[in-house]
Structures are given as C-alpha cells and as structure tokens.
C-alpha cells in the first residue's frame, strides 16, 4: 500500500502562486512515477504533471506548460507541484496520485490523495 497525503491549496488571486506538496509513505519502493491530476465542478478530473520516482523524466499537460513546475524532494519522498500566473480556470481539486507501473500512462495510476482545494479569485 502506498498512502498519499497533499498539503499546500488555497485561495489566491489570479496571476499569484501556490505550491502543493504531496508525501508519499508505505510501500514507496513499488512507486515508479506520481503525478498530479484535478477536477473542477461539473468536469472530468484531468492531468496535470507528472515526474518519474527518480525526478529524471516529467511531462505535462499543455495547458499548464510554463506556468507550473513538477519537482521531487528523494529526502522526503515527497512530489511539489509549483503553480505560476494561476487563472481561475485552474480552481480545482488537485489530487496526488502514484503510479506503481508505466508513470507515463495515465491510467496506471492506482494510488490516490484525498484532494486539496484551489481557488483563484479574478
């Protein structure tokens, strides 16, 4: 079992930044790659970033592309997700996820946080 754990939403203004962290704990030997993926009301939930578990491979959706970083801290097993010039179509739920085969593939994630909450204000 792999247990996620996110931190760091909000409400911010739009053009500002936030950071969401995620914590992976338990079985993180078996984690090949996390990501994070969000859902607005009334909308399929989507992806957003992803990195591999050694931080040497990332991808992104277009959308996000220049605005926001993926990044892994090995120290603390944990994924950052650092999100530039915010628009309020970004507000969302962002969920954590980890992927114990082929990161890459979207649908291999099999492990997921409870959500954090972002709001950006116009």
């Known amino acids: 079992q792999v247990h996620l754990a996110e931190s760091g939403g909000g409400l911010v203004q739009a053009g500002g930044s936030l950071r969401l962290s995620c914590a992976a704990s338990?079985?993180?030997?078996?984690?090949?790659?996390m990501g994070w993926f969000r859902q607005a009301p009334g909308k399929d939930r989507e992806f957003v970033a992803a990195?591999?578990?050694?931080?040497?491979?990332?991808d992104y959706a277009d959308f996000v592309k220049g605005r926001f970083t993926i990044s892994r801290d090995n120290a603390k097993n944990a994924v950052h997700l650092q999100m530039n010039s915010l628009k309020p179509e970004d507000s969302a739920v962002y969920y954590c996820?980890?992927?114990?085969?082929?990161?890459?593939?979207?649908?291999?994630?099999?492990?997921w946080g409870q959500g954090t909450q972002v709001t950006v204000s116009s």
């Open positions: 990195i591999s578990w050694s931080g040497g491979v990332v």
């Open positions: 338990g079985r993180t030997s078996s984690i090949d790659g």
């Open positions: 996820a980890a992927a114990t085969n082929y990161f890459l593939k979207r649908s291999n994630y099999n492990y």
